[in-house]
DNA sequence: ACCATAAACGCAAGTTAGTTGCAATAAATT
DNA sequence: AATTTATTGCAACTAACTTGCGTTTATGGT
């Protein structure tokens, strides 16, 4: 085990290796690139793009969709629809957000409302069958700037 | 044409024949039964559960994907993702509103908060790149109370 | 009521997305 | 270093969705 100068070392809660671990998941070469994409993209991305990114790392598609799920399963990756064809989405779970999604380009901004939570609030209040969320998303919907100049 | 006694009469606007011309599709026996469908349903259900509820008016499944896909872009139906395997949902949009839905079975509830609007608003004033909201999905995620008891 | 026309349809075939079973491999634990 | 158990890759498969094209059908004009 070698030990990084403190200024190389990652915060752990961003190293892949030590992400799988905590989790129980053995920190295998292919687990720990995969993590390692989605940490560095750092916003939805979809499962061919991340077969593409992996380069020479790639791994059978198999591995790749068992991982992802596994992931998800714990709470370290989400899934999202951002309403492009029908590729689903993965992003890194680092906090809490929502998308700004473009219909046309499919530009995406990330922002979060604490509003939010009132919401959920709201919706167990008044909820006659759920007494907890474990969860929620949100997308918004629209075209960006760019594209609504090039369509003009 | 024959005018309907006044108390057989649906309004206008939950008229699956109406609502295709005055989109100006064409209302083939097919699309009247489909959003016949998608209006009696009152929520989100998969492609294979609409082409079940069809019965002997069931289409063939290229002119349901047509047909969805054309009502979808008129705002006719809403296309949402309960995170419920690869099945993407349709349902009739009357209003506009969210789901809480419950991670294991599946039930359904729908609910509406006027702060989403504020969230909306929020979103666009920060944001850079967007000047204009088409639409937005929000979904809440949990466990249901008869799955939570069940699973004890 | 008939005709023209454009939308909608069904079939066949194809693509993309995701899954299952199983024997081989590689982390982690002892 | 040996053992254990998760993870991997392969082959084959199912599910979800699409494209092209010739035929049918609703609708608006005569």
Redesign the interface.
């Known amino acids: 085990m070698v030990s990084l100068h403190p200024i190389m070392a990652k915060s752990a809660d961003l190293d892949p290796r030590h992400i799988l671990n905590k989790s129980g998941y053995k920190a295998t070469k292919g687990r720990t690139c995969i993590l390692e994409v989605l940490i560095n993209e750092k916003g939805p991305i979809t499962v061919a793009e991340i077969s593409k990114k992996l380069g020479r790392n790639k791994v059978d598609e198999v591995t790749l969709y068992r991982a992802l799920e596994a992931l998800v399963s714990s709470g370290i990756l989400r899934?999202v629809?951002l309403?492009r064809g029908n590729a689903r989405y993965y992003e890194f779970v680092e906090t809490h957000h929502?998308h700004?999604v473009?219909?046309d380009c499919g530009?995406i901004?990330s922002?979060s409302?604490k509003?939010?939570e009132?919401?959920?609030k709201?919706?167990l209040k008044?909820?006659?069958?759920?007494?907890?969320?474990?969860?929620?998303?949100?997308?918004?919907?629209?075209?960006?700037?760019?594209c609504?100049k090039q369509n003009r």
Chains 1, 2 share one sequence.
């Not at 907890?132 to 629209?142: P, Q, R």
């Open positions: 899934k629809d309403q929502h700004f473009c219909s530009a901004e922002f409302d509003l939010c009132k919401i959920v709201n919706a008044n909820s006659n069958i759920f007494k907890k969320a474990d969860t929620h998303s949100l997308e918004i919907f629209g075209i960006c700037s760019k609504a």
